[in-house]
């Protein structure tokens, strides 16, 4: 109470730098869903992260399928091995093939999950 019996007047106490810039967060879904510069470069970067894995799984299934041929070629030997009651090289393509491109399709669905998982914690921590 001030001396002559009245309550004290109310101030109010602020910054001296109330109007400086504050540090903007970035929304970066509604950056995606606007298609803003940022939210290219997110999605270009989910992309680049894809299509990385999708170069490494068709570069593997190449080499391994389109090597035995040449591999039969390298060792000539083989190709008159038995296996089965069939030629070695059948029981390689017809057979064998099968669970590598189970594996490696596998791989990739279990791999892109991932990267699109870190994209989404990158998206919700921003």
């Known amino acids: 109470m001030t001396p002559?019996?009245?309550?004290p007047r109310r101030v109010r106490v602020t910054s001296p730098r109330t109007t400086a810039g504050r540090p903007r967060r970035v929304d970066v879904t509604s950056e995606i869903d606007a298609q803003t510069r940022i939210g290219e470069i997110y999605m270009a970067s989910l992309l680049r992260a894809q299509l990385r894995l999708a170069g490494l799984v068709i570069l593997?299934?190449?080499?391994?399928?389109?090597?035995?041929?040449?591999?039969?070629?390298l060792f000539p030997g083989l190709s008159g091995t038995v296996?089965?009651?069939?030629?070695?090289?059948?029981?390689l393509l017809g057979a064998a093939v099968y669970p590598l491109l189970w594996f490696l399709g596998w791989f990739y669905v279990r791999s892109a999950e991932r990267n699109e998982r870190d994209f989404a914690d990158v998206v919700e921590r921003s």
């Open 4 to 7: 002559d019996g009245t309550p």
């Open 60 to 73: 593997t299934v190449g080499v391994l399928v389109a090597g035995l041929p040449v591999f039969f070629w």
């Open 83 to 91: 296996v089965l009651g069939m030629p070695l090289a059948w029981v």
